[in-house]
């Protein structure tokens, strides 16, 4: 099976888009785009030249992903998402020479209108709370929150909060371990990817 996409929605010459991906309404994709296999992309999604997104990837209605943005696999975009290419921007300025790269590695999900400025990595199995404003990197499992966004906790990858990880948990919902090391928390399952 080829990729699905709704009649409204504008691919451009060149793009490229792995099979069983669905493209909704009113969705742009660029033509130096390179979409993997499996994703779903909501309704009214920019997705720029200089972008690459992963496998297994859900991006929700009326995100813009902007050139520089690399979203690894199975990364989860709430609704009206904002990513930034430029720190300082200036409409008379350009500034294209300057875009900033942003790294979405595998299995993170940032919340409902979270902003994420560009020049970040956001790690493995991140959660980028609601609302969030994202100016640094942010650790493997971390739990941020708030403008600007800040660590509150853990999160397995399956998605459950890790409460108390000191210095060694167990999620209760899926058995997977975790050890925590200063600011650095990782899994015990070596075949974690």
């Keep these: ?15 490229q888009i792995g099979p069983e991906t669905r493209i909704w309404h009113f969705v742009h994709v660029s033509g130096g785009a390179r979409i993997g296999q499996r994703c779903v992309l909501g309704q ?3 997705v720029a030249d200089n972008v690459v997104i992963g496998d297994g990837v859900k991006i929700q209605n009326n995100v813009s992903v902007y050139d520089g943005v690399v979203l690894e696999d199975d990364v989860f975009c709430g609704p009206s998402v904002v990513f930034t290419n430029v720190v300082n921007p200036r409409s008379h300025v350009s500034r294209k020479h300057a875009f900033g790269q942003t790294l979405v590695q595998r299995g993170a999900s940032i919340g409902a209108n979270a902003t994420i400025v560009c020049g970040v990595t956001l790690g493995r199995y991140c959660f980028i ?8 990197d942010v650790a493997d499992f971390a739990v941020v929150v708030g403008n600007p966004a800040h660590a509150m ?10 409460y108390h990880p000191q210095p060694a948990t167990t999620c209760t919902a899926c058995n997977t371990g975790y050890v925590l090391s200063g600011r650095t928390l990782s899994c015990d399952d070596e075949s974690l990817p």
């Excluded at 709370?129 to 640094?136: E, H, I, K, L, W």
């Design 1 to 15: 099976m080829t990729f699905l996409a709704h009649p409204s929605a504008i691919i451009d010459p060149g793009a």
């Design 44 to 46: 009214g999604v920019f």
């Design 129 to 136: 709370g609601a609302g969030a404003v994202v100016t640094r």
């Design 153 to 162: 906790g853990w999160m397995c990858r399956c998605g459950e909060r890790l």
